[in-house]
C-alpha cells in the first residue's frame, strides 16, 4: 500500500473525509484559489476551500485527473468535470514537504466561462457555511495567528 501524500490525495478525491484531510494538509499550507486573488494562508482556509470544492465537484459530471506529472516533492493533476454544461479545464499543482504533508496547493481553471462558473458554485458553497462554523473558523485563524 502506496502512502505517499500523492496516493492520499487520490483516496480523499475518491471517498472523502475531512479527518483525513486534516492530517494531510501542513498547518502553515498555502491555497492558491483561481478566484481569490490573494494566497489563502493556513491549515483552516486550506481545508476550508478543498472541502467547498469536493462538494462541488462531486456534484458536478464526471470529475476525473486525466494527466499527471510528479517529481520529488511537487505533483500536477490535469482534471476535466463538466458543471451546467461548461467543460471545466484544471490543474491542481501540489507541493508536499519532508513530513509528507501538503505545504501547497494551488489551482488553476480554464477557459474563463469555467472560472465564472467555478465562481459562482464555490461562493454558493462557502455562504452555505452556518454561523456557527464562520465564527469557528474566524476564531480558530485568529488563534493560529496568535500562536508563537
Not at 472541502?51 to 485527473?65: I, L, N, P, R
Not at 519532508?98 to 505545504?103: P, Q, R, V, Y
Not at 494551488?106 to 462557502?126: F, G, W
Request: aromatic share 10%; hydrophobic share 45%; net charge negative.
Amino acid at each position: 500500500m502506496n502512502n505517499s501524500p500523492l496516493s492520499r490525495w487520490h483516496d480523499l478525491v475518491v471517498e472523502f473525509d475531512k479527518k483525513k484531510l486534516e492530517h494531510l494538509i501542513d498547518e502553515e499550507c498555502v491555497f492558491f484559489s483561481p478566484i481569490v486573488f490573494t494566497p489563502q494562508e493556513g491549515k483552516r482556509l486550506t481545508i476550508m476551500y478543498l472541502t467547498a470544492a469536493y462538494q462541488m465537484f462531486s456534484e458536478a459530471d464526471g470529475f476525473k485527473y486525466i494527466k499527471e506529472i510528479v517529481h520529488d516533492n511537487n505533483a500536477m493533476l490535469e482534471f476535466n468535470a463538466m458543471i451546467d454544461n461548461i467543460l471545466i479545464d484544471g490543474v491542481d499543482i501540489i507541493t508536499w514537504n519532508n513530513e509528507g504533508k501538503i505545504s501547497e496547493f494551488k489551482v488553476m481553471i480554464r477557459p474563463m466561462k469555467a472560472v465564472d462558473k467555478i465562481k459562482e458554485k464555490m461562493l454558493a458553497q462557502l455562504s452555505e457555511m452556518g454561523t456557527f462554523q464562520k465564527l469557528k473558523l474566524k476564531g480558530g485563524m485568529i488563534w493560529d495567528r496568535l500562536k508563537p
